[in-house]
């Protein structure tokens, strides 16, 4: 086995060999050498419970044998071969997929990230109908591809400068000045009047139903119902993004469920391979004749990711992922509300669903609430939990754990987060025993 060298000499070599736009989250980051479920551990053995997941992903737990068994397996078997031949693992898949898909999406495309899932949805969208234009939200995320990064709605991520300008953004269903349904109500009249301007130029609107990078924005639930007959009476179709929603987080297999719409094409990543590059795109059979250009991905339905992927909708209906993610969703949340009671002018508002929750928090100015938000963040790492931070101002915490997480590890999580905004708001220093 390679020897493990220290985080400093990780931290030195990225700092020399990586681009230098490479992200932090933490002041001092742990160097991560090992994973168990809900739990990772640094090269000193220290043990950190994941409320992160890495960004909703592990969603079955770190290397849970019950899915690494079968993606070893099939290592062994065949590793790849092009979609020219016959394998079975993709069509299992693909089969799969179809039994969890709502209404008549049925057919699937697999490729290899959440971008190129978008990506292709979209492409999908202009060949199906012939128009070039897309809408989409205000703080919402898609990707780092040309095209998905100019529906993105988050000005952190548009870091092109060439960006399709055939993309009209509506206001997001959320305003903390307004209730949510006036806030719904104002976006769907900002989607109203792109629609009469220039529907019949519009593909698609692409949406997150839950945004995550956005700062977990879950909408009025009549809010995609309305959206999509909009859009319907226009012919413009509705893409869900469901990259980081998808497969139980929310309580439900896909969020879109929530709001009772089958939106015509829906794009999966992260928890499908549960850590194994794996995305896709599904559509219904009318749609899907659309893309009728050659579109051959090499990596996409690879033996390995898709035996992979299997396992992981084997664990989630045997474990019953969504229930769990939704009961265990709303235990995290009342702990989150009364510390909210606790709190009030400092956790500004908790929001989400299942467990993909959000606490925004307020100290001030923008700065100040980013740097809380760090502080935050980087106390409950040395306390031992891992979590994460989104929203436009980068002051929401994100709560996104694997969906294998127990009542005990939420509890840990709320007495840590208890401890840390005390510490801080006393203004105290970290006490040397965290
Ligand atoms: N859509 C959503 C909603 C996402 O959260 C992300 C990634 N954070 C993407 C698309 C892009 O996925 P990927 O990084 O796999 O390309």
């Not at 990780?10 to 700092?15: C, E, G, H, P, Q």
């Not at 479920?37 to 770190?62: L, P, R, W």
């Not at 849970?64 to 099939?74: G, V």
Request: glycine share 10%.
């Amino acid at each position: 086995e390679k020897e493990i060298i220290g985080r400093e000499a990780v931290a030195a070599k990225r700092k020399q060999y990586f681009y230098p736009c490479t992200q932090h989250f933490y002041r001092n980051s742990p160097q991560l050498v090992r994973g168990s479920m809900q739990h990772v551990y640094d090269e000193n053995g220290k043990k950190y419970t994941d409320f992160f997941a890495g960004v909703s992903v592990v969603a079955c737990g770190h290397c849970n044998p019950a899915i690494t068994e079968r993606t070893i397996h099939q290592l062994q078997q065949l590793q790849h071969t092009t979609t020219i031949y016959l394998t079975q693992p993709n069509v299992d898949l693909a089969e799969r997929l179809e039994k969890v898909l709502p209404g008549e999406l049925r057919r699937t495309f697999f490729v290899n990230s959440g971008s190129e899932a978008n990506e292709g949805a979209m492409l999908l969208a202009r060949l199906h109908t012939g128009r070039k234009g897309f809408i989409a939200l205000e703080s919402g995320l898609h990707g780092r591809t040309n095209l998905t990064m100019s529906v993105t709605g988050l000005s952190m991520w548009r870091t092109d400068k060439y960006l399709d300008e055939d993309v009209t953004f509506i206001r997001r269903p959320y305003d903390p000045e307004l209730t949510p349904a006036q806030a719904a109500e104002r976006s769907l009249e900002d989607l109203k009047k792109v629609l009469e301007e220039k529907g019949d130029t519009i593909a698609a609107m692409i949406a997150e139903p839950i945004q995550g990078n956005g700062g977990m924005i879950l909408p009025e639930l009549s809010y995609f119902r309305s959206v999509k007959t909009l859009l319907d009476q226009y012919g413009v179709l509705l893409i869900a993004d469901e990259i980081q929603t998808g497969f139980g987080r929310t309580g439900a297999m896909f969020a879109m469920e929530h709001f009772g719409v089958v939106p015509d094409i829906i794009t999966m990543a992260k928890a499908l391979g549960n850590g194994v590059p794996v995305a896709a795109f599904a559509t219904n059979d009318d749609i899907a004749r659309s893309l009728n250009t050659p579109s051959a991905s090499t990596f996409g339905g690879n033996p390995v990711s898709a035996a992979t992927a299997l396992a992981v909708l084997d664990y989630i209906e045997a474990e019953r992922l969504p229930e769990r993610a939704e009961r265990l969703g709303a235990k995290l949340r009342e702990g989150l509300l009364d510390l909210q009671r606790s709190y009030p002018g400092t956790i500004a508002d908790v929001r989400g669903a299942g467990l993909m929750l959000g606490a925004e928090l307020r100290a001030g100015g923008a700065a100040e609430n980013a740097a809380l938000t760090d502080e935050v963040l980087e106390e409950m790492k040395d306390r031992g939990y891992l979590i994460g931070k989104n929203g436009v101002g980068r002051n929401v915490l994100a709560f996104q754990p694997p969906l294998v997480i127990t009542e005990e590890d939420i509890g840990g999580l709320l007495q840590a987060l208890a401890g840390t905004l005390a510490r801080i708001l006393a203004g105290a220093a970290p006490s040397a025993d965290v």
